[in-house]
C-alpha cells in the first residue's frame, strides 16, 4: 500500500517553542484522514509541513514521495485549503475560478463550473461578500477543481454554523468518493470527523498520541469500569490510556488486543469522541508515572 | 501568475497612469512656450550683458511651477514604496491570501518573482517618464536657476534625469522587505518612510560629494559668488561673506566656499562672515559709487586688497556622470534587497 503522507521523527521548532516533536506517522492512499488535538497541539504546523509553506526543524516528511512545495509538480499533486478559507476579497467568484485555471495545470473547469452552479454561488459576486459557509464551498471548490492526489484541509469547518457543517462534510464526503482522492482534514471537534473520517491521528501537546484506522482504535481500546479496591490488582500489561476515579469507582481505558476477563471489571465499547478525549486528558501521563511507581 | 498579478495591481496602475498623463500632458503644453521665452529673453540680454537681471526675473516668475514639479519627481519614488512596495506582500499575510496562492501550482519563488518584476517594473517606468519629462520641461529654469536650486544642488539633483527611477526600484523594493519582516501593513508603510527619508539625506550628505573628487580652486570675488556688503548699525567694521556659486560655473554644486585673505590664509567658512578694510562712506564701496552694475567696483577694490574666493564643488559637466553612477548605487541596493527578499521567502516567510 502506497503512503501518501510519511513523518520521519519530524520536528517544528520556533524559536525556543517546539510546535511538532518527533511525529512519525505512515498515512496510506485512499482514506480521509482526521487529524485532531486541542487549539495549539501543533496540527496547523503539521499541515503546514505537509503543505511545504514550513521547512522542518528536524526529521523528513515526504507527501507522496515528493518533498513538500518543492516544484510546481509537487504543488499540483496536493490540493490545500488553508485554516479560514483564505479568499481575495476584492476579486469576484469567477475570478477566483479563473485563478485557479490560470495557475494550475490540471485544472478541471468543467467541475469547478459545475460544482460552483449546485453551490448557487453567483460568479459576479465578490468573495468579500459572501457567507462563511459559502467561502469554504468556494475553498473547497478550488481545492478540489485542481485536481489534487492529496487534499489537505486545516480546520475547514471551523467557522461555519452547523448547517453548513453539515453541508461541507457531505459534499466532501460526496468529491471523496468520486475523484478517488486522499483527505487529511484537521479539526478540534471529533464529531465533525467521526462523519467523515476512516483514519484518525490524535495530536496533543506537538506530539502524536496515537494514529491508526478508526475501526481498528474503536475494536483495541476499552474502557474498565470496577469497584476503587480492585484498582489495586489492576492488570497491568494493559497499555493505560486513562484514569479516573470516583468514590466507589475506578474507571479506566485501556489499549489492548486480547481479551479482559478479569470478572472485577465490566469492559464497555469506546465511542470515537470517548477515545480521542482519553487520549487528550494530559494528566494521564502523570497518573500513569505515578502507576509505575506503585508497581 | 502574470494575470492574477495584474489583477491585483490593476488599480493602482491606473490611477499612476492617469496621474502621469496628466502631468506630461501639462508639460507637453506648456514647455515649448517656456523655452520660447527663454530663448527670447537671452536674446534680448546678452547684446546689454544684462542676461544676469534676466535670470532672476525668469526664474522668479516661474519659481512655483519649478519646486512644484521637482517635488512631485522627489516624492514619487517615496509614494511608490510606501503604497506599492510595502501592502505587495503585507496585504496577503493580513488576509492570509498567500496560503491560497502558495498551494496553487505555482512555487513561492515564482510568485515573488512576477510581483516583483511586474510591479517593480511599472514602478521604474512610471519614474522615469515622470523625470525625463520634467528633466525636459524644466531646462530653460534649470539654466537660471539661483544657486541653491542648481541642477547639481542636493534638491534639485535627484529631481531629474534617471536617478529618480533608481530611487523608485529602491523604494518598492524597501517597502517589500520591510513588509515582509514586519508583516503588517501600516507599521511597515511608516519604517519603510522613515528608512527611505534617511537614505535619501545621507545620500547627498554622505556619499554624493564623494563620488569625484570635488574641482579645488580660487576665485576672483564679483557679484555671482559673493552675498554682500554688511555693516552693523551702530558702526564697526565693514563684513563681507561668500555665497555658494563659483564664477564662470553656473549650475554646480558648491560644496565649500572659504574667503581668503591676502596672505592666502582662511578668514571666513561657508556662510561666515569677516571684517574688510574698506569704506561705506566714501570710495568704490559707498552707496553714491554704486552705479548700473551695482557693486562690481567695491568688489575690484576688495580684490585689488588680495582677497579670494576658495571653493571646492562639483561642476554642472558631471551632471549625467552622478546621474550614471547614482543610479547605480540605487541599482545595487535594490539588487541587495531582492536577494535579501528571495532569501527571507524561503528561510522565515510562511
Not at chain 2, 544676469?52 to 516668475?61: L, T
Amino acid at each position: 500500500m502506497t503512503s501518501v503522507l510519511q513523518a520521519q521523527a519530524l520536528g517544528k521548532r520556533y524559536g525556543k517553542r517546539w510546535a511538532l516533536r518527533e511525529c512519525t506517522v505512515d498515512i496510506p492512499a485512499g482514506h480521509v484522514v482526521g487529524l485532531v488535538g486541542p487549539n495549539g497541539a501543533g496540527k496547523t504546523t503539521l499541515l503546514k509541513l505537509a503543505g511545504g509553506q514550513l521547512e522542518p526543524t528536524t526529521g523528513d516528511i515526504t507527501v507522496l514521495g515528493g518533498r513538500p512545495g518543492s516544484t510546481p509538480a509537487q504543488l499540483a499533486r496536493v490540493g490545500f485549503v488553508a485554516q479560514d478559507t483564505p479568499l481575495y476579497a476584492a476579486l469576484s467568484v469567477a475570478e477566483h475560478l479563473r485563478l485557479g485555471a490560470r495557475l494550475n495545470p490540471r485544472w478541471d473547469a468543467a467541475l469547478a463550473r459545475e460544482r460552483s452552479g449546485q453551490l448557487g454561488l453567483d460568479p459576479s459576486h465578490r468573495a468579500g461578500k459572501l457567507s462563511g459557509g459559502q467561502r469554504a464551498q468556494l475553498a473547497l471548490t478550488l481545492g478540489l477543481a485542481k485536481r489534487p492526489e492529496l487534499l489537505i484541509m486545516d480546520e475547514p469547518v471551523a467557522s461555519l454554523d452547523p448547517l453548513a457543517r453539515r453541508e461541507f462534510l457531505q459534499r466532501l464526503t460526496e468529491a471523496t468518493a468520486e475523484h478517488k482522492l486522499s483527505v487529511v482534514l484537521s479539526s478540534h471537534l471529533v464529531s465533525d470527523l467521526e462523519k467523515v473520517c476512516d483514519h484518525l491521528i490524535v495530536l496533543v501537546d506537538s506530539r502524536v498520541r496515537v494514529a491508526g484506522e478508526v475501526d481498528r482504535l474503536l475494536a483495541t481500546h476499552h474502557r474498565l469500569t470496577g469497584p476503587r479496591h480492585a484498582f489495586d490488582r489492576f492488570p497491568f500489561d494493559q497499555r493505560v490510556i486513562s484514569v479516573s476515579h470516583t468514590d466507589q469507582q475506578s474507571t479506566v481505558v485501556v489499549r489492548t488486543g486480547s481479551p479482559i476477563h478479569d470478572p472485577a471489571w465490566t469492559v464497555s465499547r469506546l465511542s470515537l469522541e470517548d477515545l480521542v478525549l482519553a487520549y487528550m486528558d494530559t494528566s494521564t501521563e502523570n497518573r500513569r508515572a505515578h502507576l509505575e511507581v506503585q508497581r | 501568475m502574470t494575470w492574477l498579478t495584474w489583477r491585483q495591481f490593476r488599480g493602482s496602475a491606473t490611477m499612476m497612469a492617469a496621474v502621469l498623463v496628466v502631468l506630461t500632458v501639462v508639460l507637453a503644453l506648456t514647455g515649448p512656450d517656456l523655452a520660447s521665452r527663454y530663448a527670447a529673453g537671452i536674446a534680448g540680454c546678452t547684446p546689454d550683458d544684462t542676461c544676469d537681471r534676466f535670470f532672476d526675473r525668469f526664474f522668479d516668475e516661474h519659481q512655483l511651477p519649478f519646486v512644484a514639479v521637482s517635488f512631485v519627481v522627489l516624492a514619487l519614488p517615496a509614494l511608490v514604496g510606501l503604497f506599492w512596495g510595502a501592502p505587495l506582500i503585507t496585504r496577503e499575510l493580513e488576509a492570509g491570501t498567500h496560503l491560497l496562492v502558495w498551494n496553487q501550482s505555482v512555487t513561492r519563488n515564482r510568485w515573488l518573482a512576477v510581483k516583483l518584476g511586474i510591479v517593480g517594473l511599472a514602478a521604474m517606468a512610471a519614474a522615469c517618464v515622470c523625470g525625463l519629462a520634467v528633466t525636459w520641461w524644466s531646462d530653460p529654469l534649470d539654466k537660471s536657476a539661483v544657486p541653491d536650486l542648481a541642477l547639481m544642488a542636493p534638491l534639485v539633483f535627484g529631481a531629474r534625469g534617471i536617478a529618480p527611477m533608481g530611487y523608485a526600484a529602491f523604494a518598492f523594493i524597501l517597502g517589500v522587505a520591510v513588509g515582509m519582516l514586519v508583516r503588517h501593513t501600516l507599521p511597515a508603510m511608516a519604517i519603510t518612510l522613515a528608512v527611505f527619508a534617511a537614505v535619501q539625506f545621507a545620500m547627498p550628505l554622505l556619499v554624493r560629494p564623494h563620488l569625484m573628487p570635488p574641482v579645488t580652486a580660487t576665485f576672483e570675488l564679483s557679484q555671482v559668488n559673493m552675498g554682500g556688503i554688511h555693516v552693523e548699525e551702530q558702526g564697526g567694521p565693514v563684513q563681507i561673506s561668500t555665497r555658494p556659486a563659483v564664477p564662470g560655473h553656473a549650475g554646480s554644486w558648491v560644496l565649500s566656499s572659504d574667503l581668503l585673505d591676502s596672505s592666502g590664509r582662511t578668514i571666513a567658512g561657508s556662510g561666515e562672515e569677516a571684517p574688510v578694510p574698506v569704506s561705506v562712506t566714501s570710495g568704490p564701496c559707498s552707496p553714491q559709487e554704486a552705479g548700473p552694475h551695482g557693486l562690481d567696483a567695491c568688489w575690484l577694490e576688495i580684490n585689488r586688497l588680495g582677497y579670494r574666493q576658495h571653493a571646492t564643488y562639483q561642476p554642472l559637466e558631471r551632471f549625467w556622470a552622478f546621474q550614471w553612477i547614482e543610479t547605480g548605487i540605487y541599482a545595487l541596493l535594490t539588487l541587495g534587497l531582492t536577494w535579501f527578499s528571495f532569501w527571507w521567502l524561503r528561510r522565515r516567510l510562511s
